[in-house]
């Protein structure tokens, strides 16, 4: 999740972690982590500098750009090793679907971000 300052809605904090804002704090299933009452906002907004510390996410600040990120828990785990549809774009626009690309064999896919 990238937002502009630190404060998500209860919405988009779901939409992009799974996690629901509900009065006993923030859960998943049956998990739920307790949250402070500054942790939110009057207009419902949650603060995800609170949300980092208390759910073990990864938060990023990137001062130059004013950008914040929400990353994924810290020890988060792959359910599986499949490697599900995926189309990516060409360098000449054109779709390419990466089944085609790694061929009957299913070679190892990587990828890197440099952000």
Not at 77 to 83: C, G, H, K, M, Y
Not at 95 to 100: F, G, Q, R, S
């Amino acid at each position: 999740m990238v937002v502009t300052e630190p404060l998500a809605t209860a919405d988009l904090l779901h939409a992009s972690t799974g996690w629901h804002l509900r009065p006993e704090g923030l859960c998943q299933g049956d998990r739920c982590i307790p949250l402070p009452a500054e942790a939110t906002t009057a207009d419902g907004h949650v603060d995800l500098r609170v949300v980092a510390e208390r759910a073990g996410f990864a938060l990023v600040h990137d001062e130059v750009r004013s950008l914040w990120a929400l990353g994924p828990q810290a020890g988060t785990t792959l359910a599986s090793d499949e490697l599900g549809p995926l189309t990516l774009t060409g360098l000449d626009g054109a779709p390419a679907d990466v089944e085609v690309l790694l061929g009957p064999d299913r070679g190892v896919l990587l990828a890197f971000a440099s952000w």
